[in-house]
């Protein structure tokens, strides 16, 4: 199953897929204000173009796994992009996908690689739950 994970963010959202197989985790981009009108419908256009059966955004929710700010964006994110398109949005926590994507370094926008990252650890999370 192809999946697409999104780093929301207000400014920059960074934008990862899956392969096909839902194994393999790549950067894909970024999106310019993914919350806004234009920036939604530039999600939902690599949604389609890429052929995903999943969207993940991430949840940025605090160390103490509570919901601040940052996670309500998120939450209201996902809700308007479940109203825009025909695959199941869920939302995942992202603690500590940002940290991950300043250590590794590449010519690749951190905002992307951190969603490589929030994609990976959900492959490997719902690999392990559908065993």
């Known amino acids: 199953m192809k999946v697409m994970a999104l780093d929301f963010g207000s ?17 894909l981009g970024v999106v310019e204000r993914a919350g806004g009108e234009a920036g939604l419908a530039e999600v939902v256009r690599l949604a389609c173009e890429q052929e995903v059966q999943e969207v993940v955004v991430g949840h940025p929710l605090t160390l103490r796994g509570e919901r601040g700010e940052q996670a309500r964006a998120a939450e209201r994110f996902a809700k308007a992009l479940r109203a825009a398109v025909d695959v199941p949005v869920v939302l995942f926590d992202e603690r500590f996908t940002t940290d991950l994507a300043e250590q590794s370094s590449s010519a690749t926008p951190e905002d992307a690689r951190a969603a490589a990252h929030l994609l990976s650890s959900y492959l490997e999370w719902s690999g392990s739950a559908r065993r």
Do not use: E
């Open 11 to 27: 400014a920059r959202t960074g934008v990862a897929v899956s392969d096909p197989t839902g194994v393999v985790a790549r950067p």
